[in-house]
T-cell receptor, first 115, second 116 residues
Framework: AQKITQTQPGMFVQEKEAVTLDCTYD???????LFWYKQPSSGEMIFLIY??????QNATEGRYSLNFQKARKSANLVISASQLGDSAMYFC????????????FGTGTSLTVIP | DAGVIQSPRHEVTEMGQEVTLRCKPI?????LFWYRQTMMRGLELLIY????????DSGMPEDRFSAKMPNASFSTLKIQPSEPRDSAVYFC??????????????FGPGTRLTVL
């Protein structure tokens, strides 16, 4: 069974500081994709970053980077130089690449950026 | 490119009424997903389509829920009759497995449904 764990229900970070949001996953699949989505208070789900299980380099998208440690089954999101607009819920998700279309979501982490 | 479009953005209805949620996926995407989000259960996959064909509806909570995709650019999720416990945010998402970025699902803005 697939499982995504986000152990931090809430996080605070000072504006302009970096923050790491934790995500661990459990899967027996060899090929899978890992994702982070942002959900601001307005409610939409915004795709941030993707990491394939066979990608050797950590994915980066602007101020977002994904710290992928395959052996530890972790896929932490790092946000550099936090901005007030980064305050939102963040969801980690995983999908097996070849065996179906199910997305498995974590329970989310609420990030608050303090001015 | 326009993203996934959902309507209405907000719906308030009374118990027993029929509710229809609408979704237009991103043009060219061949997969469409319907999700429900609640505080208690998080994000749940209800059903998904591939090339307009329903593939897995095991997440549909009960027979009151039905979904259709008559063509590649339109899908509906219908609840009849609606109940207060159906109150949630309903998301539509689409995905293009023919592109290099095959796994990413792109979500619509959601429909916030309140059943009184």
């Amino acid at each position: 069974a697939q499982k995504i764990t986000q152990t931090q229900p809430g996080m605070f970070v000072q504006e302009k500081e970096a923050v790491t949001l934790d995500c661990t996953y459990d899967t027996s699949d060899q090929s899978y994709g890992l994702f982070w989505y942002k959900q601001p208070s307005s409610g939409e789900m915004i795709f941030l970053i993707y990491q394939g299980s066979y990608d050797e380099q950590n994915a980066t998208e602007g101020r977002y980077s994904l710290n992928f440690q395959k052996a530890r089954k972790s896929a932490n999101l790092v946000i550099s130089a936090s901005q007030l607009g980064d305050s939102a819920m963040y969801f980690c998700a995983m999908t097996p690449t070849n065996t179906g279309n199910q997305f498995y979501f974590g329970t989310g982490t609420s990030l608050t950026v303090i001015p | 490119d326009a993203g996934v479009i959902q309507s209405p953005r907000h719906e308030v209805t009374e118990m027993g009424q029929e509710v229809t949620l609408r979704c237009k996926p991103i043009s060219g995407h061949d997969y469409l997903f319907w999700y429900r989000q609640t505080m208690m259960r998080g994000l749940e996959l209800l059903i998904y389509f591939n090339n307009n064909v329903p593939i897995d509806d095991s997440g549909m909570p009960e027979d009151r829920f039905s979904a259709k995709m008559p063509n590649a650019s339109f899908s509906t999720l219908k609840i009849q009759p609606s109940e207060p416990r159906d109150s949630a945010v309903y998301f539509c998402a689409s995905r293009d497995r023919t592109s290099p970025d095959t796994d990413t699902q792109y979500f619509g803005p959601g429909t916030r449904l309140t059943v009184l």
